[in-house]
């Protein structure tokens, strides 16, 4: 019986990692009409949800060089889905900002995600109990410490 809640975590675990590839893969067809790679798309996003970031925190929050961020920033640029201006506080920092073409673009994943999360939630039996149960879980997690 033990083993068996043990196993729980693991398995709700890998229940949310399979519905967030779900979610994220049905958001990311969307990328294919626009011509814009995954590690573009996740700049775009920080950014968007995060308002302008310099590109050192870029970098860091996604785990790569500074050199290949500067190289998806430039090419997002040239695309015209961001923006790089000098920080008013350090002149020698770029800030990095989403323009309205680049919030359009995640405005239309964010978009195909709902549609498909409504198709789930409309099958599911008891509504409200499952965003209850959603909420419960996001606040529990964003009040645990993890280290």
């Known amino acids: 019986m033990e083993n068996d809640l043990l196993g729980q975590p693991a398995q709700m675990e890998k229940l949310i990692r399979e519905i967030c590839s779900k979610i994220k893969s049905e958001g990311r067809k969307v990328l294919k009409d626009f011509d814009i790679s995954p590690a573009q798309f996740d700049v775009m996003q920080i950014i968007y949800f995060r308002g302008p970031k310099m590109l050192s925190d870029i970098s860091k929050r996604l785990g790569i ?49 709902v549609k498909l999360i409504e198709k789930v939630y409309n099958k599911l039996g008891d509504k409200v109990r499952t965003i209850e149960i959603l909420n419960e879980i996001n606040k529990i997690m964003n009040e645990t410490k993890l280290s």
Not at 78 to 103: A, C, F, H, W
């Open 65 to 113: 060089t500074k050199s290949t961020t500067t190289g998806i920033v430039s090419r997002l640029e040239t695309m015209g889905y961001l923006t790089k201006e000098k920080s008013p506080e350090d002149r020698r920092v770029y800030m990095v900002n989403i323009t309205q073409k680049g919030k359009n673009i995640i405005e239309e994943v964010i978009e195909t995600r």
